[in-house]
């Protein structure tokens, strides 16, 4: 119970500050964990609710919460927990709360929505199954398509004594950058147990870092074992991700203070702040430049649309200038946060 209540607590206090980045759900299906690993600095918690309503004429309705709690220590690497209080997995003291330690290592590829693909190792230990468990996880990402394939190996799979393997697939179809379509099987090598189906509808909630999916399926867990173990039961519900940046707390005890903005004579300043880029149409002459400032607690980029070289990951305080020497009209967004966006007409 106890953890339950620091989840809680952890949940009020991420969505009273706010945060930033990951879009997990519009990269990701909701039974597989993907190659998606917390940057570092960042405490990611997400939190799934899942519903079954047994048929009249009692109705009753059971539920399965279960939350990830991961923490990014940078090196492609984090650290984490998945618990869930309706665990299928028969124990001797009778407890039903599954919890799994984890650590996912992506040892190929770049951040979620970076094309091509990428590869994930995830070594963990379920503590009521007493089992060590692992996940090789792939994911490629081309252009709204994101494909997903997962090998699982459980030493003690729902606690038996013979170690077993299982598979799972995946697909992610991002209709719009705000809305996406995802579906994923799972299931043990082997007839006797169900597979695990699961669908969504995931959004990304507009300028915030948060995504949200409605999902219907047969699993109700999100460790390594509850992902590959279905049930008879339709159980719908929602998954809600929240980025918790600890840079957000630097001001407290650093204060804001940036050095002095230094800009060239002529040129134009667009700051960025509040996961947006203030002056979102810059008019300038050919010649002259533009200078972004991150005044944002949170990392953003200025990308451009066409061939123009944009900036690196600009870190809170972190400035970008570029000179446009040509005349046209250069849109541009930020990669983390493609709601993000913004234009500079050259004359
Ligand atoms: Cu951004």
Redesign the pocket.
């Known amino acids: 119970m106890r953890r339950v209540s620091l989840a809680l607590l952890l949940f009020v206090v991420a969505s009273a500050i706010g945060s930033?980045?990951a879009q997990s759900l519009m990269y990701r299906a909701p039974d597989l964990g993907g190659t998606w690993v917390s940057e570092a600095g960042v405490v990611q918690f997400n939190f799934v609710h899942r519903f079954h309503v047994f048929p009249g004429p009692a109705n009753a309705v059971v539920n399965y919460p279960a939350f990830t709690l991961a923490a990014g220590v940078g090196h492609n690497l984090d650290f984490g927990l998945h618990f869930g209080t309706k665990s299928r997995i028969p124990s001797s003291g009778g407890s039903s709360n599954e919890s799994e330690w984890f650590a996912r290592w992506r040892v190929f590829g770049g951040p979620e929505g970076r094309e091509g693909f990428a590869v994930a190792v995830t070594p963990a230990y379920n503590k009521l199954a007493k089992s060590v468990d692992g996940e090789l996880g792939i994911d490629w990402t081309r252009g709204p398509l994101t494909l997903s394939a997962a090998a699982r190996g459980m030493t003690k799979p729902l606690a038996a004594s013979r170690a077993r393997a299982s598979f799972g697939g995946g697909v992610v179809a991002r209709v719009t950058p705000y809305v996406a379509l995802s579906a994923d099987v799972g299931s043990f090598v082997g007839p006797t147990t169900l597979a695990v189906w699961g669908v969504a509808l995931n959004v990304v909630i507009p300028g915030s870092p948060h995504t949200f999916a409605f999902e219907a399926g047969s699993a109700s867990l999100n460790t390594i074992q509850g992902n590959s173990l279905g049930s008879n039961d339709v159980r719908y519900g929602f998954e809600f991700t929240i980025p918790l940046h600890l840079k957000r707390f630097s001001p407290w005890f650093h204060g804001t203070g940036r050095a002095k903005l230094v800009v060239p004579e002529g040129a134009a300043v667009v700051r960025?702040a509040q996961?947006k880029f203030a002056t979102d149409t810059v008019r300038i002459a050919a010649g002259a430049t533009v200078v972004w400032a991150n005044d944002?607690v949170?990392?953003?980029?200025v990308t451009f649309e066409g061939t123009e070289p944009g900036s690196p990951t600009l870190a809170p305080g972190g400035t970008f200038s570029h000179r446009f020497d040509r005349p046209g009209t250069y849109l541009y967004h930020?990669?983390?946060?493609p709601f993000?966006k913004g234009v500079v007409i050259v004359r």
């Open positions: 930033l980045s960025i996961y944002d949170a990392e953003h980029t930020c990669t983390p946060h993000m």
